[in-house]
């Protein structure tokens, strides 16, 4: 049996990107919860390590959103908007995370058709060369994206956060029809 399936970048991109950024922002939630639980003070958990060469939890927000805006400006044959440096307090992360899902959501198929046939000039730090469009999507735009939010995830559990799977996986039932479990 043979499916014609025919996803575009906007369709593997944008709707996964603003699905992975309400995952972050219950992660917000989650912190915050956990603060009041310890009663540790306010903000504590925004400054937490996985390892002490990594980002901070607070960090992984803040750099995951000055990515999708590089990411995208990219595969919109843009420059890169000058990255933000968001404040690390919980209000002002939650703020950012609402104005790059504003961006994505504003976003029309359009604006970013064709990109996977496109090829892509990568600079350093974390590679240096020329990408087509295809890798760049499937190796480099996707799994940076979801390394910030795993990474999220796994300080949140260290701490003792009751996450688990469910939680990174987001809300499934209003994207695919039914529920998770």
């Not at 639980?37 to 937490?48: F, H």
């Not at 600079?123 to 735009?141: E, K, Q």
């Amino acid at each position: 049996m043979e499916f014609d399936v025919s996803l575009s970048v906007y369709d593997i991109t944008v709707p996964v990107m603003v699905h992975g950024l309400n995952v972050m922002n219950d992660y917000l939630d989650h912190a915050q919860a956990l603060e009041r639980t310890r009663g540790c003070e306010p903000g504590r958990i925004l400054g937490e390590r996985l390892a002490s060469d990594m980002l901070s939890f607070g960090e992984q927000f803040s750099v995951s959103c000055n990515k999708v805006d590089a990411h995208m400006a990219k595969l919109m044959q843009r420059d890169a908007p000058a990255p933000q440096n968001t404040l690390m307090m919980y209000p002002a992360l939650k703020g950012r995370l609402l104005e790059t899902r504003g961006f994505l959501q504003n976003l029309q198929p359009v604006e970013i058709a064709g990109a996977q046939s496109r090829t892509y000039e990568l600079t350093p730090p974390i590679v240096r060369g020329w990408f087509g469009g295809d890798d760049y999507i499937r190796h480099l735009v996707l799994p940076d994206f979801f390394f910030h939010i795993a990474i999220a995830h796994a300080i949140l559990r260290r701490l003792g956060a009751k996450i688990g799977k469910r939680d990174y996986l987001g809300n499934l039932s209003q994207q695919s029809g039914g529920d998770y479990s």
